[in-house]
């Protein structure tokens, strides 16, 4: 099995905090699945133990048939961290670039210049990230995700702080970039609806530790947006999240 | 408003220099001070001799710079590569920093003849520990989340280094070249107190010996003005580059952050790897063994040969008669300094009056002053600790107002929701948050304070461990200096580490945040 495969992993922080409770899930390659959950249930401690950014308690990551760090070492992944961390000294480009430095590729100023006016901060290339807005920033690092061709793309709320409008509008004109290019990926969200929009697969976590309360196809149907097949999972998925949330209670 | 800035900056010095000038007048002929008029004009008459000396002893200043900035770097490019061995460098460089530079002197002349070595030896001694605790801090001060961007891509150290630390380190960088530009300045200065031929530190004693009041308090002041130039010239470096301010660096140890085994073991390690360089060196170098002294020299000197209970008292008396002066100063200044510095947060109108000439006064290396303490103050007790206190009290002033800075914003609003008053802000929620600056002010104080006294000692005084060296090396008793120089860095790398430990103690309540590594 290809994709991205999760074999009873476990974390447990130092300290006796556990986040992710042994999960067994398969990711597919080439699809697009929203992980959706309460916050603080252990939703970016799974995409960083995805990504071997932390080490599992118990269990094992499989990435396209790799270990975490043999697939890093390829620059076989990208992350759009929850909290930008663009580098403060590097203009708003050069952070952007940068992804593909550490990637050891080639630079390719086209591709950077492309993806710099589809999260649309054309003018602001040469702004450093205190002058941008958070949601700017945000922006910023999701292009520097994007930027080093991953196959694997792990996007930790990556429009949480961009308002709606915005948000929906880069959805749209994002999404193709790497759903055209068979990027596996995981995009981590609170909004259902962007979940709907961008997502082939929508897997809904309980409180901490993380268990799958729901694992749910999304039609494509749903994935316009709008009309009764995108009303019913969006139900769907409240109402799961609700039930949960009451169970932990 | 920047006029009435800058009037606010100069009426700080220029009402110093009025009160310096109604002093000098109202001691007129005692012999005490030289006021301002008197200074400017030894120094106009004077201007090619002092020139000249201050010329040589810049050009050895900046060699001992580039040196000691330089082993910093790479020591600090080392220890990030093989974290494992950050313990014993930053060890080996506190042991070298705590290294009684006065006593050094004369050893280092003994061994690499007459010339500029020994003040390059000395200026490159003074820096490197700052620099490289600066540059460690700022190598470490890098948020996770840049290092795990690094770490994604499949990167390691090196690239870690290179993408991202070495970049925001820049700040703290200049900020140990900032420190260190006085410093070498000091270092510099020190060696010429030791039997250099040229230079303004031979200047002093020249002068010292002849009493010259005048000719005393303007290598003083060319010594001041200097040492704050430099230090002012760095920062206004740094500005160009970084577009910014440096960091006010508090200088946390780099040991900070082991646990209680890991430490003890980093100690271990340290002792030897501290006997076997000093062993093999004299080995290596080939050093003639009537003046290297290795450690079994020491020991013997210490304990089993003829003369040890002779030596051993002579020691004792004399770090007895030091600690003396050393031990008050030190607590007056830090006291003091924290102090003050309190009592300008509830009157925070005076800040802007007393800061800058604090900040100008911290870059001062006052230990080149020393002979005017002494002229002004008599050669008791009283000039002697007073310098001591001097030395201490500036860097904890400025370390504490930037700590009492330092109470999170959000805190003191709670405080003032409930209209907490003045006392009660100072009491629960800045002196918490001075803390730190005061322990890391302290911490970095004990070298400062050995250095001030051995320093005044080996000048004047002639009483203490100071005077016993210099005895000794005019005597050519190497046994005896090398002995006075293990045992006064063995007592300032102890002391230091005393406070530290009480320092992690009381942070552990107080800043939980700053010992957790
Ligand atoms: N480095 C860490 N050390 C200890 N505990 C941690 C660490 N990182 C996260 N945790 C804990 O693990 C749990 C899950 O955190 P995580 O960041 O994975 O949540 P999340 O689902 O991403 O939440 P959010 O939606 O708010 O971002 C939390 O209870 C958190 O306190
Ligand atoms: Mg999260």
New binding site residues.
Partial sequence: MQGITCIGLG?T???G????SPLDLNFSSGRTTALI????????????LIAGL?EPSVGDVRVLGQSPAEQRRRAGISVAF?DPSLLPWLTMQSNISLARKLARKPPDPARVARLIGLVGLGGFEKVRPAALSGGMRQRAAMARALASDPQVLLL??PFGAVDELTRRQLARDLSPLWKSQGTTTLL?T?SVDEAIMLSDRIVV?SP???RVVADLEVPYAAELGDGPEFRSLKDKVLTVLSASAAMAK | MRTRDWLAVLLGPVLLLIGWQLLATGLEGKALLAGPVEVLHWLTQNIGLVARALGRTLGNAALGYLAGNLIAIVLTGIGILFPKLLGVIGGLALVLFCLPLIATGPILRSLMGQGEGPQITLAALAVSYTSLVTLLTGLRAVPSAWLDLVHVYGRKRFAELWFVRARAALPYLFAGLQIAAPAAFLGAMVGEFTGAERGLGVLTIRYIRALDVAALWGISVVATVVSIMAYAAVGMMARLVLHDLPPVVLLSSPASGRCGKGRFRDAVVLVVAVLLLWWGGIRLLGLNPFLAKGPLDVAAALTWSAEASESRAALFLAFRQSLGFALPGYLIGLGVGAGLAMLLVLVPAVVPLIMPIAVALRAVPIVTTAPVFVLFLGRGATGTITLVAVMVFFPALVACIHGLRQAPGQVLDVFDVYAAGPFRKLLYARIPAMLPALFAAARMSVPTAVLAVTVVEWLTTGRGLGSLMALSASTSNYRMLWSAVFLVTLFSVLSHAAVASLERHVLRIYAPEQVRQ
Avoid: N, W
């Fill in positions: 974390k922080y130092r300290g905090i556990e986040a992710v959950g309460p916050s603080g249930c252990g939703k970016s401690t799974l995409l960083r932390e929850q930790d709320e981590v609170h976590f901490r530790p993380a």
